[in-house]
């Protein structure tokens, strides 16, 4: 479609090709033997056999906490210690087993969530190596300038950390002048809790209704569907703000604001000194 045609509806589902994750040769299960990839795109970035040789401990257990979910930061540090101890004294990872086998020995072959043992450190350090959490941050703002007022943005997630990706993504794009909140504090105030304030960007985001999670017809049909929920998102134009003027409050027409005049009062000051 051309840049310049606005859509009305968007969907994005964010979740593997179950046949991916089953391949072997593509290296991002820690169940079957082969290359510590881990890349989406073998095109870009690096392996994570290679990356695994440039980075610290400390690094390793953050990138597993952070990113594979992993509640126990005790655990995400004997992790990374160990595999990376291994690595100093038998040389770069050729396999995934390898490395699974590693944490496997680590966590004593045992998770609370009776799964494979490395399967978070694996979902960690996969995320960490394809960007995952920011591209989908990308994605959400890439889909909003293409949608026109009113259009929705329907996105599928499996994942906690998902989830809080597009929950940190609305907190960015909610309009304060629609808040309650416009009314109780101070425009400044406004402006420190709702980022929006702060830009000149036109539109804004707001959440339609809870997430719906499948029903138990579909588990029946697909198991692997059992952590999905659906999120839908509205694009809307934002509203003028409330101008204090003496004790009186005045609501300004949207046909007479213009996008400095979305900011709050100090980052209206900092945005014409800039000028």
Same mark, same amino acid.
């Given at each position: %479609?051309?840049?310049?045609?606005?859509?009305?509806?968007? %969907?994005?589902?964010?979740?593997?090709?179950s046949?991916?994750?089953?391949?072997?040769?593509?290296?991002?299960?820690?169940? +079957?033997?082969?290359?510590?990839d881990?890349? /989406?795109?073998?095109?870009?970035?690096?392996?994570? @056999?290679? @990356?695994?040789?440039?980075?610290?401990?400390g690094? $390793?257990?953050?990138?597993i906490?952070?990113?594979?979910?992993?509640?126990?930061?005790?655990?995400?540090?004997?992790?990374a210690?160990a595999?990376?101890?291994? !690595?100093?004294?038998?040389?770069p990872?050729?396999? *995934? %087993?390898?490395?699974?086998?590693?944490?496997?020995?680590?966590?004593?072959?045992?998770?609370?969530r009776? +799964?494979?043992?490395?399967?978070?450190?694996?979902?960690?350090?996969?995320?960490?190596?394809?960007?995952?959490?920011?591209q989908?941050?990308?994605a959400?703002?890439? +889909?909003?300038?293409? %949608?026109?007022?009113?259009?929705?943005?329907v &996105?599928? *997630?499996?994942?906690?950390?998902?989830?809080?990706v597009?929950?940190? @993504? $609305?907190?960015? #794009?909610?309009?304060?002048?629609?808040?309650?909140?416009?009314s109780?504090?101070?425009?400044?105030?406004?402006?420190?809790?709702?980022?929006?304030?702060? *830009?000149?960007?036109?539109?804004?985001a707001?959440?339609?209704?809870?997430?719906?999670?499948?029903?138990?017809?579909?588990?029946?049909? #697909?198991?692997?569907?059992?952590?999905?929920?659906?999120?839908?998102?509205v694009?809307?134009?934002?509203r003028?703000?409330? !101008?204090? $003027?003496?004790?009186?409050?005045? $609501?300004?027409?949207?046909?007479? *604001?213009?996008?400095?005049?979305?900011?709050? &009062?100090?980052c209206?000051?900092? #945005? /014409?000194?800039?000028?």
């Amino acid at each position: %479609l051309p840049s310049d045609v606005e859509l009305s509806g968007m %969907l994005l589902d964010i979740g593997f090709s179950s046949p991916q994750v089953d391949d072997g040769d593509r290296g991002w299960s820690c169940y +079957q033997d082969g290359p510590l990839d881990l890349r /989406m795109n073998f095109k870009a970035g690096i392996p994570a @056999w290679k @990356w695994l040789q440039t980075t610290t401990p400390g690094e $390793l257990a953050s990138v597993i906490y952070e990113n594979g979910e992993d509640d126990d930061p005790v655990m995400c540090h004997r992790i990374a210690e160990a595999a990376l101890e291994r !690595q100093r004294r038998l040389g770069p990872y050729k396999s *995934t %087993l390898e490395l699974a086998s590693c944490i496997q020995e680590v966590k004593r072959g045992l998770d609370e969530r009776r +799964q494979h043992p490395a399967k978070l450190a694996f979902q960690g350090i996969r995320n960490f190596i394809n960007q995952e959490m920011q591209q989908l941050s990308d994605a959400m703002s890439a +889909q909003f300038q293409r %949608l026109k007022f009113g259009g929705r943005a329907v &996105v599928i *997630t499996f994942k906690p950390r998902e989830e809080q990706v597009l929950e940190d @993504w $609305l907190r960015q #794009n909610e309009d304060g002048w629609a808040s309650p909140l416009s009314s109780m504090v101070s425009p400044d105030r406004l402006g420190q809790l709702f980022p929006l304030l702060s *830009t000149v960007q036109p539109y804004s985001a707001r959440r339609l209704g809870p997430p719906l999670r499948p029903q138990a017809m579909e588990l029946r049909r #697909n198991s692997r569907a059992r952590s999905a929920m659906v999120h839908c998102f509205v694009k809307e134009q934002r509203r003028p703000p409330f !101008q204090r $003027l003496s004790r009186t409050v005045v $609501l300004e027409s949207p046909s007479k *604001t213009k996008p400095g005049d979305w900011l709050c &009062v100090s980052c209206r000051a900092e #945005n /014409m000194a800039g000028q």
